[in-house]
């Protein structure tokens, strides 16, 4: 009887490479649906982010495992998606990979104007602004010389009482990868 059910933990109820072609597809589909998500940070996520995620959890399970309710699909599933994001943190040293999934800088205050285009396109509201310029200690946006909305999803502010400077000096990055 023990041995019935330990062998009967490790049957796959599919072959293990369709659990890997599964759970690929369903990661990297995730990955693309949390770009399009904007910039912002796990910690960032409004109530209504985390329901979704939470959801599309619960959903996509079946899709990764399909009839194998296994211990040993589910321990290919694991590794199939620690590898995949390990080759993918990999690529992301890359400038090409990481201008993919990792959107770059922008501008969303000007000398004191609140851009409403771009704020609307990054998925940023006016309060989020608001409460940026509040904690970089400014009354409000009248005061900020630049916002920019980073790649982490932080704003960063720049007070017109700050004095700008030119240099000639150039800096150079280190390429990635």
Known sequence: MTVVFATSLFRFGVAPWQLVVRSAAIYLTLLAALRIFGKREVGQFTLYDLVL????ANAVQPAMTGPDASLGGG????G???LLNVLIARADRYRLFHHLFTPGPALIIKDGQLLTNRLRR???SADEVEAAVREHG????SEVKMGVLEEDGTISIVPTSSPSSRTRRRVRYRKRG
């Open 122 to 124: 990054e998925g940023v």
């Open 80 to 82: 199939s998606l620690v």
């Open 53 to 56: 995620i939470l959801l599309v």
């Open 75 to 78: 321990m290919v599933i694991i």
């Open 138 to 141: 400014l009354s409000g946006v």
